[in-house]
């Protein structure tokens, strides 16, 4: 059997120094204290996205529902508007008998929000960014 000599003086330099460890520590510190106030105004940015997008689908679908023959008369307010679009009872007429155009639930919580981005005038649902 061949002799095998252990080297301590390389097995202790084989792992990381304390200094070498706080550095780097740091260094993920200082990175999370730049990245945590970034991740507020991305939710806040997606928030808003998703406020204008059923803002203009809501009008989007309002519009195409009056072209294929909706009868919008007894609507009156834009918050009537949106919560016919929520309940799915807008059927066309003529050749778009049977179909029922609608944006699907809108969150409670997002409502106002949505409502404040559109306009309701002459029985028209606009979109106002």
């Not at 519009?63 to 807008?90: F, H």
Request: overall charge negative; some cysteine; aromatic content about 6%.
């Amino acid at each position: 059997m061949k002799n095998v000599k252990l080297n301590l003086k390389k097995a202790a330099k084989a792992g990381f120094s304390l200094v070498e460890m706080l550095v780097v520590i740091a260094i993920i510190g200082i990175i999370a204290a730049i990245a945590i106030p970034n991740i507020g105004s991305i939710n806040d940015a997606a928030k808003s996205a998703a406020v204008d997008r059923n803002a203009q689908n809501c009008a989007s679908v309002w519009n195409a529902a009056l072209a294929a023959g909706y009868d919008a008369s007894a609507i009156t307010t834009k918050a009537a508007a949106v919560d016919a679009l929520e309940a799915g009872a807008m059927q066309g007429t003529d050749a778009f008998s049977g179909n029922f155009f609608t944006t699907g639930e809108i969150d409670d919580a997002s409502e106002a929000d949505v409502l404040a981005k559109l306009d309701y005038a002459n029985g028209v649902l606009t979109y106002n960014k």
